[in-house]
């Protein structure tokens, strides 16, 4: 069996598993891994499961020296299923800069080729999925309707319900929900006489994300653990890593915070043994928020911290706008308001950019909540009704009474 260099990344010696034969996987690990000087050991972490975030150059090395060994061993058609490879592997590990540069170098060689719009559709929509993870709307928008044009060329009724499906999560994460429903609810049908269940698992947790979002506790724990059972007899990993998540923000809004807590941490195992970043800095952010309802302060700053880092290597704007939401609360529970003001008018200057009104409305009450706590009743007025607007218009029963009551204080 052909030996890899003990300092290969994962990825890598899966692309050379799969894509070259032994004497070409070991001309590549002896001229350009062996060289490298050992990475140093990760720092421990109080047995907290992380990714090490100076592996992204490292990387990027690899997989530009990968692609360029590539083209002088490989048939045009298996260079490109290699890039299609690379380009999906590399959105998971948070490296979108890379991933932008391969689905680029995909449409450039295929777009004008009508044998290949298959392959320049998919490589359309992996953009999408990367400017949408940026909270950058519109390009998404633009890759997504070329890939759902292309899709319609080849009729291929997967490739447009992948589409829709992304077209409802950019519209959910805009806190867009009437919208969201629509494009999930679209997919599903353009898949009914389609045996895909994972696509489908895929639609039916996002269906659950808004049930959750709307207090339809039961709905979501459904959809949420009819697709667990589906993700785990097929053991994808990373989609295990997600509903577990997702099953972990239920029992948080039910405040159930043992039982969420338990879910992240197996939320978060799960995305280390993926290698998938945004779940884990989004697992880091629920965690922290636990931790402020259950007021210890040092530990959600921690986590707090941990996810800024991470959302900070990805670009991912949402999560840090909330990432400032959850600082805002801890310093306002600290009784440190002027921290606790800035950090909470950051959060909702950051969702007003992006336009996430969820996130908005989100921001809003514990603003409202912070100038009723420092005696500014006009202010508090003000936050809380701001937030009562998007509350009613997506049917939040929980909310509406909740600042309906404190509007009445």
């Known amino acids: ?14 692309v050379l598993k799969n894509f070259f034969n032994d004497a070409e996987t070991e001309e590549f690990s002896s001229r350009y891994l062996a060289q490298e000087q050992p990475p140093a050991d990760k720092k421990e972490s109080n047995n907290e499961s992380e990714i090490n975030l100076q592996d992204g150059m490292r990387i990027r090395s690899h997989i530009d020296l990968l692609i360029t060994f590539a083209e002088s061993k490989l048939t045009q058609e298996k260079l490109l299923s290699l890039l299609l490879y690379l380009g999906q592997s590399t959105i998971v590990k948070g490296e979108f800069t890379t991933a932008v540069d391969i689905h680029e170098r995909l449409i450039s060689t295929t777009a004008d080729n009508p044998q290949m719009k298959n392959i320049a559709a998919n490589a359309f929509l992996r953009m999408g999925e990367v400017y949408s993870r940026q909270a950058r709307w519109e390009l998404s928008f633009n890759y997504v309707g070329k890939a759902d044009s292309l899709f319609n060329d080849e009729n291929d009724v997967k490739g447009n319900a992948e589409c829709e499906n992304l077209l409802g999560t950019i519209y959910g994460d805009r806190g867009e929900l009437d919208k969201a429903v629509e494009h999930f609810e679209k997919a599903l049908a353009i898949l009914e006489d389609n045996p895909d269940n994972a696509l489908k698992g895929k639609i039916e ?6 049930s959750n979002i709307q207090s339809n506790y039961d709905s979501a724990l459904s959809y949420f653990r009819r697709a667990l059972l589906n993700f785990e007899k097929v053991e994808d990993v990373r989609r295990v ?7 972990g923000m239920v029992y948080t809004k039910k405040k159930e915070f043992g039982t969420a807590l338990n879910e992240f941490d197996k939320s978060l195992q799960a995305a280390v043994e993926a290698n998938y970043l945004q779940s884990l800095g989004i697992n880091y952010l629920s965690k922290a928020y636990v931790y402020t309802q259950q007021s210890d302060y040092e530990l959600a700053e921690a986590f707090a911290n941990k996810s800024m880092e991470v959302a900070y290597k990805l670009n991912d704007k949402i999560t840090i706008a909330e990432i400032y939401k959850v600082k805002g609360i801890i310093q306002r529970n600290k009784n440190n308001y002027d921290v606790a003001e800035n950090y909470l008018l950051t959060g909702l200057r950051l969702n007003n950019e992006i336009g996430n009104l969820l996130n908005q409305a989100e921001s809003s009450y514990e ?10 009743k006009e202010k508090s007025k003000k936050y809380y009704s701001d937030a009562l607007k998007y509350y009613r218009k997506i049917n939040a029963q929980e909310e509406i009474k909740e600042i309906e009551d404190r509007l009445r204080l």
């Open 241 to 247: 890593a997600e509903v577990r998540q997702d099953m």
């Open 205 to 210: 947790i996002n269906l659950g994300i808004i």
């Open 367 to 376: 603003l409202g909540l912070l100038y009723y706590m420092k005696n500014d």
């Open 1 to 14: 069996m052909t030996k890899i260099h003990s300092n290969t990344d994962p990825l890598i010696e899966e």
